[in-house]
């Protein structure tokens, strides 16, 4: 299974943080745009990674069994 980073809360807050002060700066309609599909997109690839994830514990877990 493949290794995957965890963050401590502290750093979420701090990516979070940084995250939003970088859009606060934004003048540009069009890269707020741009932004949030980053953000929509960066979010939907983590719930497919998660999903994968609990299905190969899964597949593992019944393995044993």
Known sequence: MAQLK????SEQRFK???L???IDAVEDIE???SI????ATSREAQKTAVCQAIQEIRC???TQF
């Open 36 to 39: 949030a599909k980053e953000i």
């Open 60 to 62: 593992e877990i019944e």
């Open 20 to 22: 939003f002060k970088e």
């Open 31 to 33: 890269t707020l745009r």
């Open 6 to 9: 965890h963050y401590s809360l």
């Open 16 to 18: 979070i943080e940084s």
